[in-house]
């Protein structure tokens, strides 16, 4: 027996229970809870620490260590710099980035690596000098591409452990319930941070816009935050998003829209109650312009769209064609407000949407996705991160998670671009094998993948140009030439894993 | 043909390609490639170049291509007008262009 | 079956993009221009970029037409050099005024056509009618060449020339459209109405397609691929017009075998015109891809 912090007499154990514990005061364990009970005046409870450099010690960040950051704020970033420029300046060294992707405002990681602060990298893609670096040899140890399920399957075995996250937020209360649609600095959609909160050691929130307790409705929680720092700005509204998406007016895209949305017509997926997600790619948001029609005509309509949203959905949506929207990423101003208003434009984490290793992700039940890609071969591989040139320009993003889990998989591409040919004998890097990808839609033409010869005669029967994936490919070739192979080097600077995990592709650095 | 002037043709739009041409009297010709697409497809535009100056016989020249991505028919097409402009002339062979 | 002729559309002689992938769009017939759209300083260039793309590359079926300079304009001769050549299927004359334009430029192509062994006669032409005396000759122009497979109508020019200009109701060219079709039907050649060019005004080139549609044209120049698709869809018969046209072909057999007289489809009463009518409706169907062979009753 012992005698507790209030005088009661307490059994040291009990059998088939175990040991026990005396209550040694209401406050004993709960640090974060203030013990000036009733007292008004005090200031009110919360997470705030006043600089980032304050924050990276509070966290106890190490050399070796992992951080996170997502790409919400794409183009507009100014998390990862502002950040990794305050432990640069702590002298902190071999760091390993895992970030939800890497876009053009990351630019500043060049100078990381070259200092040693960062070691490594692992993302969804990277783009512009910073890809161009990594491809001509940057880093010794090479990028890990994942999909956006396989990141969150990756969080969720604790194949990538993160030790702090540093999440830019566009609205945060004290204590840390934030959302990403409210504030000047607003993205729609925290669906990559999410994960992130859910799994990492240490959570710091960045926000410029501090709102009153409680910030409902939130994407993260309070329960799941450690600080909160408060900045001027976390991103430029002008990169975050190019404003409300237009349909494109390019003659080329809408021929591809217009094709794409007659193979969805005719693929025997179109009916009532269907579910649909499209890219952000200029012929794939102007399918939704084509599918509207059809859907009118044919009094059809789809139960739920997926993705990346964006305006011409949302306003398919809020028309009364579309019942649910379930949005891990809002692309423009249009879906950014729209997860804010309406009830049914929901949104979903990294895990829910495309994780293969969860109880069940929204991709697998999703019947048509259109897609983009870079090349494609003979036997329908796609790549989306290297250009013709060999040099990494893209990202991995949920094309393979969506290809395999979507009934129809649709790949739209111009069949060349400039001299390039699209259709090719083998692609550079696979990142979607192509046993997942049903059908190609090009401007000279459609290819089906002939696992699906089913859909081959429904779009044939109904009078669309239809040939075989060699044909398209032997096509592209008589117009620009046979190309000179890319030479590469021996030395790996990137692998490509599939989303469960294994590696598919290596990207190799280029010759000069 | 002589090269007696400097004759350009073409644009820096996506898929086209604008070409110079020097006199370059006495010293035979010299090619200066820059292309998008140079390392899959330099090799084959420096010898559609170089065939293309053999039919028109032009034995001096100094040719600078910026190259967009051009097919090989507009390559030639453009070399064509950069060519007779350099030339200064009019008379146009239709057979070997 | 009918060539149809609902779309030609314009492609400037200097764009290598766009005359590389013009026929991707599937218009009718696609037409590369060096007029116009050419600045005086790159008729050459125009004129050797469309030279060899048109040797080279593969338009897959789409009728290719060549837009000429005039010869006064210095140009055309040389364009005719080149073009017969290159061989597109169609030379589109500008600026046509009376039956002499087109034999001298007639004249001008079979002499090329002799230098370099074609057989005379493989390049056709099509004269476009964009003046008030080319109107009052529409019909001498019209029955000028066997070549001849077209007549169309520029209205922009022509409208100046009027000392007036276009409108939306566009009743300041009705009787140069009214000319132009009734002199292509009366020699038996296609008629091609002029462009839309208010790109913005969707339903101002609807009406103008339905009205010249009404009036007899075949179809339209067009300044864009993406006045493709309400072009086509307007010419296209609807399955009710088709549905007719069958049952009055199907009367007419009927009445044929059962050596009857007069027949009538829907309470109307079938004569001559109708079943020429028809048979125009089920040819054009066919022509579109929304009538298969097959489908046929």
């Known amino acids: ?79 990862l710099p502002m950040v990794m420029e305050v432990i640069a300046g702590m002298g902190i060294k071999d760091l390993t980035i895992a970030a939800s992707s890497l876009t053009g405002a990351h630019n500043c990681l060049i100078q990381h690596i070259k200092n040693g602060v960062v ?37 969720e075995t604790g194949q990538i452990k993160i030790d702090v996250a540093f999440l830019g937020v566009p609205s945060s209360d004290v204590y840390g319930n934030a959302n990403g649609y409210t504030g000047k600095s607003a993205c729609g959609s925290l669906g990559y941070a999410r994960v992130d909160a859910k799994y990492a050691d240490k959570v710091v929130l960045i ?127 249009e879906a950014i407000r729209s997860i804010g208003e309406n009830r049914y434009h929901s949104e979903i984490d990294a895990s829910y949407y495309a994780s293969p290793l969860n109880k069940g992700c929204a991709v697998n039940k999703l019947n048509v996705v259109i897609l983009s890609a870079l090349e494609i071969d003979t ?76 859909i081959k005669e429904r779009l044939i029967k109904s009078g669309l140009p239809v040939y075989s994936i060699e044909d398209l490919k032997n096509k592209a070739e008589k117009i620009v030439g046979k190309p000179e192979p890319i030479k590469f080097k021996q030395k790996i600077v990137g692998l490509v894993e599939y989303r469960d995990g294994t590696i598919i592709d290596v990207i190799r650095q280029v010759q000069d | 043909m002589k090269i007696v002037k400097t004759g350009i043709a073409g644009t820096l739009e996506s898929s086209d390609v604008m070409i110079t041409v020097r006199s370059n009297s006495g010293k035979g010709i010299e090619i200066h490639l820059q292309s998008i697409v140079e390392k899959q497809f330099g090799k084959q535009i420096r010898l559609v170049v170089d065939s293309f100056l053999k039919t028109l016989s032009v034995d001096d020249a100094v040719v600078q291509i910026n190259d967009r991505g051009a097919l090989d028919c507009t390559i030639e097409a453009r070399l064509a007008a950069a060519l007779y402009r350099g030339a200064d002339r009019t008379d146009y062979d239709w057979e070997k262009i | ?65 060549v837009r000429i300079n005039s010869i006064e304009s210095g140009f055309g ?39 370099v062994g074609h057989p005379a006669g493989t390049i056709r032409l099509m004269a476009a009618i964009e003046s008030p005396l080319g109107v009052i000759n529409a019909y001498s122009i019209a029955t000028s060449s066997r070549r001849l497979i077209g007549i169309a109508i520029g209205a922009e020019d022509y409208v100046t020339a009027m000392k007036t200009s276009r409108s939306e109701e566009g009743f300041e060219v009705l009787f140069a459209r009214s000319q132009i079709v009734n002199a292509a039907r009366a020699a038996g050649i296609y008629a091609l109405d002029t462009v839309y060019s208010d790109l913005n005004n969707e339903e101002g080139f609807i009406k103008e397609i339905t009205l010249i549609k009404q009036m007899g044209f075949d179809g339209k120049s067009i300044i864009t691929p993406r006045q493709i ?38 309470g109307k009463m079938v004569d001559k015109p109708i079943v020429e009518r028809a048979e125009r409706i089920i040819e054009l169907a066919k022509a579109s891809g929304v009538l298969n062979m097959d489908e046929e009753r």
């Open chain 1, 1 to 79: 027996m012992t005698e507790n912090e209030l005088g009661r007499m307490i059994p040291k154990k009990i059998d088939h229970i175990g040991k026990l514990l005396p209550f040694e005061g209401a406050y004993a364990h709960t640090p974060l809870v203030k013990k000036e009970k009733g007292n008004r005046s005090l200031p009110k409870l919360n997470k705030l620490v006043d600089s980032i450099e304050s924050v990276i010690v509070k966290s106890e960040l190490k050399d070796g260590m992992t951080i996170s950051f997502h790409h919400h704020f794409r183009n507009g970033d100014k998390i």
């Open chain 1, 119 to 155: 070691k490594r990298l692992i993302t969804s893609g990277i783009r512009g000098d910073l890809a161009e670096e990594i491809s001509n040899g940057l880093m010794d140890i090479p990028v890990l591409f994942h999909s956006h399920g396989g990141r969150a399957r990756g969080l």
């Open chain 1, 207 to 333: 926000t410029d816009n501090i709102v009153e307790y409680p910030n409902t409705p939130f994407s993260i929680h309070q329960d799941q935050v450690d600080s909160i720092v408060v900045v001027d700005s976390v991103g430029d509204p002008e990169g975050i998003t190019t404003g409300a998406t237009r349909i494109t007016k390019n003659p080329r895209d809408l021929l591809l829209a217009q094709l794409v949305s007659e193979v969805v017509v005719s693929s025997g997926y179109f009916e009532n109650g269907f579910s649909i997600q499209t890219g952000s790619g200029g012929a794939s948001v102007a399918t939704t312009r084509f599918l509207r029609e059809y859907m009118e005509n044919r009094d059809i309509r789809a139960r739920w769209a997926l993705g990346g949203i964006s305006g011409p959905m949302v306003k398919l949506h809020e028309d009364g064609f579309i019942n649910r929207l379930l949005d891990v990423q809002s692309f423009d101003s």
């Open chain 1, 379 to 454: 036997s329908f591989n796609v790549n989306v991160i290297t250009g013709s040139d060999g040099i990494i320009r893209g990202a991995s993003g949920g094309h393979s998670d969506t290809a395999i889990g979507s009934g129809l998989s649709i790949i739209v591409a111009p069949l060349i671009r400039g001299r390039t040919a699209t259709v090719i004998d083998s692609v550079k890097t696979v990142i979607t094998p192509g046993s997942t990808i049903d059908v190609l839609v090009t401007d000279r033409g459609i290819a089906v993948n002939p696992r699906r010869e089913e």
């Open chain 3, 1 to 65: 079956m009918a060539k149809l002729r609902r779309t030609m559309l314009y492609v400037p002689g200097s764009n290598a993009g766009m005359v590389k992938d013009a026929h991707i769009y599937r218009s009718d017939s696609v037409m590369f221009d060096l007029e116009d759209s050419i600045s005086v300083n790159e008729k050459d260039s125009a004129r050797f970029l469309v030279f060899k793309a048109l040797k080279t590359l593969d338009y897959e079926g789409i009728e290719t037409v």
């Open chain 3, 77 to 115: 001769v040389e364009d005719i050099k080149a073009m017969v050549r290159a061989k597109p299927d169609v030379i589109r004359l500008p600026k046509t005024e009376k039956a002499d334009d087109i034999h001298e430029v007639e004249a001008l192509i079979e002499e090329e056509e002799k230098k």
């Open chain 3, 229 to 266: 698709a309400p072009v086509h869809k307007i010419f296209t018969p609807t399955a009710k017009e088709i549905l007719f046209a069958q049952k009055v072909i199907e009367g007419i057999k009927e009445a044929e075998a059962n050596k009857s007289g007069v027949i009538a489809v829907e």
